[in-house]
């Protein structure tokens, strides 16, 4: 801007330099130069102001264009700053509205659908597992049919008449084995009273015949005369069995069952020990095991149930 002015001074200086050395010019010029003749006349003044006033026309005229060109210019400049600050104003709103709140609406979306997501696959791996587990227990409670457990092995005992038996004399029947001792005060003959009760109820159901068979795991007093007046409280068919304490031993382990004295005083103790019944097929391989929890009635139709598969898989 500053330019402009300086030129515009210049331009009004040139002129009016112009303006008076060409009017003075042309003054003498045409009063010595021309030629006087009849046709000849003076130029009036009127004429010669007229020359005069084209110098400052001009110089007017370049004024104002040069105002023009100024007024345009700062017109321009205030357009160009306008325009950049409603660019700035409408980059500034843009970038409002691009960044607006915290979480827009896709990324809001977004985390609702990731949430969804979440909360159904855990519902589906939650549903699985209780399914799994539902389906472990059932397989387990239907007992060991789908296989064969590591449950029995031989031993060497003696019977309660005093003869040497092995688990080859029991082969060709189905039988129910307890390991319990005579002295135990109430969880054996509790048991023995339901297998007793069990097998009958066999034998009346089904015609199915099953040998009961007692184990004691205190040999040091079950003698073989203890174990005889023992088993005939319980039914004329319970076979008492005893013998040397590791051929003892050897049993038990055969059969997984544990047993310990407990409460030792002098001669009066106690044998803690599992409270399992066995029940072996006629080759003297492990069916199904039964605990405390089962009363005659669940033992008589396990027992049965378990004959009637076996029968049915070697039919």
């Known amino acids: 801007m500053a330019a402009v002015l300086s030129k515009t001074a210049h331009l009004r200086r040139a002129y009016r330099l112009f303006s008076s050395h060409t009017t003075s010019r042309l003054t003498l010029q045409l009063s010595t130069e021309i030629p006087k003749s009849p046709f000849h006349r003076p130029l009036p003044q009127s004429d010669v102001g007229s020359f005069t006033k084209l110098p400052r026309f001009l110089s007017t005229n370049a004024n104002t264009q040069a105002d023009s060109e100024l007024k345009g210019t700062a017109s321009d400049s205030h357009s160009d700053q306008g325009k950049q600050s409603g660019d700035s104003h409408q ?25 969804a997501g979440v909360i159904f696959y855990y519902d589906q791996e939650k549903k699985r597992h209780i399914e799994d587990i539902n389906t472990s227990s059932t397989a387990v409670k239907q007992g060991p049919s789908a296989g064969k457990a590591a449950i029995g092995g031989p031993f060497n005992l003696i019977n309660h008449d005093g003869k040497s038996v092995t688990e080859n004399d029991f082969k060709g029947k189905w039988t129910l084995i307890y390991f319990g001792f005579t002295h135990c005060p109430d969880i054996c003959p509790d048991e023995l009273q339901k297998l007793a009760a069990a097998i009958d109820k066999i034998k009346a159901k089904s015609g199915f015949e099953i040998v009961p068979v007692f184990i004691s795991v205190d ?52 044998v803690d020990h599992s409270i399992i019944m066995y029940l072996m097929d006629p080759n003297m391989e492990f069916i199904k095991f039964f605990g405390k929890n089962n009363d005659v009635d669940a033992l008589t139709e396990g027992i049965i149930n378990e004959i009637k598969q076996y029968k049915k898989a070697r039919a």
């Not at 174990?227 to 005939?232: I, L, N």
């Open 91 to 115: 980059s500034s709103e843009q970038g409002k509205s691009v960044r607006g709140g915290p979480i827009s609406w896709l990324s809001f979306l977004l985390l609702v659908a990731t949430g």
């Open 219 to 270: 040999p040091e007093r079950d003698s073989v005369e203890q174990v005889s007046e023992y088993v005939k409280e319980f039914h004329p068919k319970l076979i008492g069995l005893t013998g040397d304490p590791d051929e003892i031993k050897k049993a038990a382990r055969a059969y997984r069952v544990y047993y310990m004295k407990t409460e030792e005083e002098g001669s009066d103790y106690l």
